[in-house]
């Protein structure tokens, strides 16, 4: 059975930094994607990073991070990892770990909550 099991977040002040980690019950190698996902109170769940795997990795970021966040994975640790830099309050949220496979079901971890507040 996979768990997607996040971890790192916390209380953090305005310009702080956080590092989220996903540690992945089943070989990373296996998603050909994984993800950081965040949804804040009463907005919709978006898109923080994703990044492939494989031969060729690819990274992707939402708009909103403008060179704050790294988004990385230690396959030898099935671990995702999202390195957050410059936090402001509006990156408060729950962030949520994705790990997808070609074809198949996503898997989604329980998330861990940010809060960025003086």
């Known amino acids: 059975q996979v768990q997607l099991v996040e971890s790192g977040g916390g209380l953090v002040q305005p310009g702080g930094s956080l590092r989220l980690s996903c540690a992945a019950s089943v070989s990373i190698r296996s998603f050909d994607a994984m993800g950081w996902y965040r949804q804040a109170p009463g907005k919709q769940r978006e898109l923080v990073a994703t990044?492939?795997?494989?031969?060729?990795?690819?990274?992707n970021y939402g708009a909103f991070v403008k060179g704050r966040f790294t988004i990385s994975r230690d396959n030898a640790k099935n671990t995702m990892y999202l390195q957050m830099n410059s936090l402001t309050p509006e990156d408060t949220g729950v962030y949520y770990c994705?790990?997808?496979?070609?074809?198949?079901?996503?898997?989604w971890g329980q998330g861990t909550q940010v809060t960025v507040s003086s």
């Open positions: 994705n790990g997808a496979r070609q074809g198949g079901p996503a898997f």
């Open positions: 990044i492939t795997g494989g031969v060729g990795i690819y990274i």
